[in-house]
């Protein structure tokens, strides 16, 4: 027995086994739905109030997510730009100091690991943010390095605030100098007394930025945004997971680990992916000095390409969820849809789907297999797709400096 | 290859692997250029003097028979080639009884009947099973993806040879033993305790193994496979005639050789090898190098973690490569005397492993980096049969002490003369007085080895000769065929199949590769 009560005491809170965030006050108010989620090993708003108006804040008004759960490291040392640029596929020497890139890396033979994003954060200073945990690879990567890596996911509180009056709602909220933030470009300013760092990014496809701070700042920053709602002007509205995927499909960003297998977590054969095959072949300098699986793209360069992450529109109103895709109605197996949301912006199917290539080219025709439920019977219908080479979304304004305010 | 009227071949490294690769390829056309960081040639394989008028093998002592094949290839003998005298295996008796084990014989006085002629039936055995695996060690290891002609052909001799070579009752038998240690083999076939302690010794010596540990019968092997071609021999005027003899042989096939030529780096130009560059700072173009240091020096030092991949680094950082073995070179006014020894007998090898348990006990240490309390000892007297390397009347002892791990739990700074003296005290005990006519020493713990050979680990083998890291995965998976990662950067040493001993297979093999390559097989 009393064994057992000790145990109690040592063993964690059964009640925390998911972390709070340093807005966790704020968000368990916003969070009506109770519709929790875990987000690496955060207690996660999948849906506060409703998915609707949640997204159309991300689309048309302003919108806020907690983003401290994304895994960061800060990067440091004589060695920091060497040891980036060996990891990532793309050149990282051509980051200047409060700019940031878009990267993906990959393990030896080529197949990638993640996808993330570089802040250089001031000169020799960097932040590498990616979806899943890396600290491993990382440390691996730094041998005969003179680099520190730190991780920093718990240590930074970090907001995403996106949608077209993002821009309006910030200034009102007193953060000055944005007017002269170009897509991804970094600020540094203060905000109440606290030190914040503004970047122009995001995973919208539209006009965002992300706020960056110590955690004890947290809820005064997320105070300061939602304060702006007082004035009456605009609607500054809390968003969940599930709003942010919607939104990411529509603007062409995959998930590792949803949308391909990374090679870390690939058990078979086959089973992982170059940058090649989900798309990111524009990501990759090979004019740099090595980097890890240089020599295997390098060769996979000069073959002809034998699969692809694609956005691929499905035509019809009936969800293709985990849909098989053929190349004719009852014709050859030729992909799978791995991702997919009903855009009510675009009133479309849209999905990312892994689709074989033959000879380098795509099919000729590609078809869903939709399954779906009426008056609970379970029913068959086919849909003919069609590749998009552009995002599904991507409004100008996301580039426009300065941003147009409402 | 490319360019081979300009840009010359370069090794780095001459010890005896270098010198062999770099004849075989200088006889098929090749310039090449031979940089050896140390004064002489032969690296782990060369004399030394370790005090005034005393000279010594420096690392590598007895001979287990230079390759045959490499022998021929490089006319050897025409250039001299002394392997010295032969000589057999005593395992020394506690109380003066001492066994001598030859190639085929054992023999002594209380020795049973059934462990006599169990001895001969073994020996011919296991040489039978080391003969079988001839095609795999004098070729490139196989690949198990992706196999060229080369492979198939070495397998399909190897699965002949392993089949037909030996018979059905011995493949089966092979296959067997192949994978559990020696100390149960042994169990099975002998009682005499000191027989099963001294070929138990042979198993292990050189690696972080004790008679118990798995895969134990295959390193004997690894050390058997000499004795298929001739008898173990003390080289005349030490290791390193052997190395001067091959030094020769490169010279006449038109080699170039610099000694006291570090390299600090190789160079490399997008993912392809175009020079080295000394610690002088001179740099010296190349069409192709060929590293004859081991593994973690090559990739990790010399040409730099940001050339290669990540998972490669790791896995050439994390493969083991810490020696265990310790030499020590002892000058003696005149000859010791071993209770129940023969002059004559006292030339041969001896060896200090009463049995099988006390190899266990000495191993056992070593997994908590500790030395051994009573460490297993190879110890040969070589100015027996060539006064010319001590002065007149005096002698110089060999030995090599088993176990003192590289990385000693209390570093060796205070420890290298206890180690010293506790072999010196060991050997007392089968030879009193001994300790009286030391007039001089030399000890050189593993770290010593790194320090002045330029071997990381100052490991034996250059790296563990374990399954995972031996054959195809030898030093690592993706460095195993002898081209590495980098286009025209090879390796030709011991850190390479099929691993260390003084045999010149490493570097045979490795230009055998080479040519191949060019050729565009
Ligand atoms: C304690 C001990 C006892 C042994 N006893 C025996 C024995 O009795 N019999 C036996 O057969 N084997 C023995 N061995 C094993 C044997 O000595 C080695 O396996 C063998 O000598 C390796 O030969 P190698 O040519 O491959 O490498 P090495 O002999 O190590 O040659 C490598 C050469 O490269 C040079 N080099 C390295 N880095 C550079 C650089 N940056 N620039 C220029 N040059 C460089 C080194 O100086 C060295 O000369 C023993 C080993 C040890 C450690």
């Not at chain 1, 491993?136 to 077209?164: F, Y």
């Not at chain 2, 010594?56 to 287990?64: D, E, M, N, T």
């Not at chain 2, 690894?222 to 003899?245: D, K, V």
Request: net charge neutral.
């Amino acid at each position: 027995m009393q064994s057992v009560e000790q145990e109690k005491t040592t063993l964690h809170d059964p009640d925390e086994v998911l972390k709070h965030s340093p807005f966790h006050e704020q968000v368990e108010k916003h969070c009506r739905l109770r519709n929790w989620m875990s987000w690496n090993g955060y207690l996660t708003a999948r849906v506060y109030d409703t998915l609707a108006s949640e997204y159309f804040a991300i689309r048309s008004s302003c919108s806020v997510m907690d983003l401290t759960p994304m895994e960061k490291y800060r990067i440091t040392g004589p060695d920091a730009l060497k040891f980036l640029n060996r990891l990532v596929v793309r050149d990282v020497s051509k980051l200047k100091p409060l700019r940031v890139t878009y990267v993906a890396w990959c393990n030896d033979e080529g197949k990638v690991l993640d996808d993330g994003t570089i802040f250089h954060l001031e000169e020799g200073e960097y932040r590498l943010c990616s979806q899943h945990h890396q600290l491993d690879w990382l440390l691996m990567s730094s041998l005969g390095m003179d680099v520190t890596i730190v991780e920093e996911t718990h240590d930074v509180a970090a907001l995403a605030v996106q949608g077209p009056t993002s821009y309006s709602v910030l200034c009102a909220a007193g953060i000055n100098g944005l007017d002269k933030l170009k897509l991804f470009g970094i600020l540094h300013t203060e905000l109440n007394g606290f030190k914040v760092m503004v970047s122009r990014t995001g995973y919208t496809g539209d006009l965002g930025y992300e706020l960056w701070t110590e955690p004890v700042n947290g809820l005064d920053l997320w105070d300061v945004i939602f304060s702006v709602k007082d004035s009456g002007l605009y609607d500054v509205r809390a968003i969940g997971l599930a709003a942010l995927e919607m939104v990411r499909i529509e603007a062409g960003f995959i998930m590792p680990g949803d949308d391909f297998n990374t090679a870390e977590t690939a058990i078979r054969a086959g089973h992982d992916r170059s940058p090649f095959e989900i798309g990111l072949g524009w990501v990759i300098n090979f004019d740099k000095p090595h980097f890890t699986g240089k020599k295997a793209l390098q060769e996979e360069k000069g073959r002809s390409i034998k699969r692809r992450l694609v956005k691929l529109l499905v035509e019809g109103n009936k969800p293709p969820v985990d849909s098989f895709l053929y190349d004719k109605k009852k014709g050859q197996r030729v992909g799978t849809i791995k991702s997919q949301i009903w855009s009510p912006i675009l009133k479309a199917n849209l999905t990312l789907a892994d689709i074989e290539y033959h000879k380098g080219k795509p099919p000729a025709e590609i078809w869903a297999e939709i399954y779906y439920q009426k008056e609970l019977e379970w029913q068959v219908t086919w849909a003919r797709c069609r590749i998009s080479k552009d995002p599904f979304w991507s409004h100008p304004r996301r580039s426009v400096t300065p941003p147009e305010r409402f | 290859m490319t360019n081979s009227i300009s840009k010359p071949i370069i090794i780095v490294g001459g010890g005896h692997n270098g010198l062999v690769s770099a004849t075989y390829l200088a006889k098929a056309g090749h310039k090449v250029k031979v940089l050896e960081a140390r004064e002489v040639v032969g690296g782990a394989a060369s004399t030394t003097s370790f005090a005034e008028g005393y000279r010594v093998s420096g690392v590598a002592h007895i001979l287990y028979t230079l390759n045959p094949k490499i022998c021929r290839d490089l006319q050897l003998e025409s250039m001299g080639l002394d392997p010295g005298t032969s000589i057999d295996t005593i395992a020394l008796g506690q109380d003066g009884n001492h066994l001598t084990l030859g190639r085929n014989a054992v023999n002594g006085v209380d020795l049973s009947q059934k462990d006599i002629s169990a001895y001969t039936d073994f020996k011919k055995e296991f040489r039978s099973y080391a003969k079988a695996l001839t095609p795999l060690i004098m070729n490139k290891p196989p690949r198990l993806k992706d196999m060229d002609r080369r492979d198939l052909s070495t397998l399909a001799q190897l699965g002949w040879k392993l089949r037909f070579g030996l018979g059905a009752n011995s493949m089966r038998e092979f296959l067997r033993v192949g994978g559990i240690n020696i100390y149960d083999v042994l169990n099975e076939v002998f009682d005499d305790p000191r027989l099963k302690g001294a070929i138990a010794a042979d198993a292990v010596l050189g690696h972080h193994m004790g008679p118990r540990t798995p895969t134990t019968v295959l390193t004997y092997l690894y050390r058997l496979w000499g004795e298929i071609h001739g008898a173990q021999s003390l080289p005349t005027g030490g290791m390193g005639e052997i190395s001067e003899t091959l030094a020769k042989a490169a010279i006449k096939a038109g080699v170039t050789i610099e000694t006291g030529a570090k390299v600090k780096r190789i160079v490399v130009d997008e993912g392809k090898v175009s020079a080295v560059e000394l610690e002088t700072g001179e740099l010296i173009e190349a069409s192709i190098v060929i590293s004859n240091a081991d593994a973690k020096t090559t990739f990790l030092d010399l040409v730099g973690a940001e050339e290669l991949d990540a998972m490669f680094c790791h896995r050439i950082d994390t493969s083991r490569s810490k020696g265990n073995t310790a030499k020590l070179h002892l000058a003696l006014n005149s000859l010791p005397k071993f209770a129940g020894l023969s002059g004559s007998q006292l030339a041969q090898r001896l060896i200090i492993a009463p049995n099988m348990r006390y190899v266990e006990h000495a191993f056992n240490h070593a997994k908590y980096g500790e030395y051994s309390e009573q460490p297993v000892l190879e110890i040969v007297i070589p100015t027996i049969d060539d006064p010319e390397l001590a002065p007149e009347g005096h002698h110089v002892m060999s030995i090599s002490a088993s176990f003192a791990p590289y990385s000693l739990k209390q570093g060796w700074e205070n420890h290298r003369d206890r180690f010293a003296n506790k072999i010196v005290d060991l050997i007392e005990g089968y030879a009193s007085g001994f300790s009286d006519i030391i007039v001089a020493r030399e000890l050189l713990t593993p770290p010593d080895i790194e320090a002045q050979y330029n071997i990381s680990g100052g490991h034996w083998h250059h790296g563990e000769l374990t399954i995972d890291q031996s054959f195809m995965m030898r030093p690592v998976h993706g460095a195993a065929q002898y081209d590495t990662p980098i286009s025209g950067l090879f390796l030709c040493g011991a850190t390479a199949h099929p691993g260390g001993g003084v045999t010149g297979i490493p570097g045979h093999n490795s230009a055998k590769r080479i040519l191949a390559m060019g050729a565009g097989k």
